[in-house]
């Protein structure tokens, strides 16, 4: 009897190098017409962003700051006023927090009854 081998025929370590080079190959092909296909994408929604930019005009501070203008100009839109927050004096704030302490207080107070009933509920 003879013994042969049994299983899988064993591969050749030159096949297997020259199989991945072209694997390698390929992928990188792939890779480099992806770039390509994403750089004419990027090129046409840039071009696309520009009409539509121009279609809007100069009107607004983020077009005159994507466009390159000084500050100064993009801060306020042409012919608009700038809305600004309005600041809470001292007493307000103080009213506010007052509120809130005692609204918080409640709320602990409850919080503990409601323990307590259940407590007792279970004994």
Do not use: C, Y
Not at 60 to 80: F, K, N, Q, V
């Amino acid at each position: 009897m003879s013994r042969g081998r049994r299983g899988r025929p064993r591969k050749n370590p030159g096949d297997v190098l020259i199989k991945s080079a072209e694997l390698i190959g390929w992928a990188l092909g792939g890779i480099e017409r992806e770039i390509v296909e994403t750089r004419h994408r990027l090129s046409a929604l840039t071009a696309q962003a520009n009409q539509l930019r121009a279609r809007i005009g100069a009107g607004g501070a983020r077009a005159a700051l994507l466009s390159g203008a000084p500050l100064a100009e993009a801060a306020t839109p042409a012919g608009r006023k700038r809305h600004r927050r309005h600041k809470l004096s001292p007493e307000a704030r103080k009213r506010i927090s007052d509120r809130m302490t005692k609204r918080w207080a409640e709320f602990r107070k409850n919080k503990n009854k409601n323990k307590k009933t259940l407590k007792s509920a279970e004994v």
